[in-house]
């Protein structure tokens, strides 16, 4: 993240609440072009999963999350 923040696509400031916690914020400037690209996958999310039911649906999140789970070392 600090590349992103030098380069000016993030702002970073400390949380007056709690001070171990750095609040990381997408830059005025940068805001129109990242909001384009994540409506971009959003739409394309949106198509492929509309056509399932809502039990497809559900099983094709929580085997997303248990290969999340396995990726990460914790698979059950």
């Given at each position: 993240?600090?590349?992103?923040?030098?380069?000016?696509?993030?702002?970073?400031?400390?949380?007056?609440?709690?001070?171990?916690?750095?609040?990381?914020?997408?830059?005025?400037?940068?805001?129109?072009?990242?909001?384009a690209w994540l409506a971009h996958g959003c739409r394309t999310w949106r198509s492929a999963l509309e056509p399932l039911t809502s039990e497809q649906r559900r099983m094709f999140v929580e085997t997303l999350r248990a290969y999340e789970r396995a990726v990460a070392g914790d698979a059950e």
């Open positions: 993240m600090s590349n992103l923040s030098h380069k000016g696509v993030v702002d970073r400031c400390k949380d007056d609440a709690d001070c171990r916690r750095t609040i990381m914020s997408i830059t005025e400037a940068n805001r129109e072009a990242v909001d």
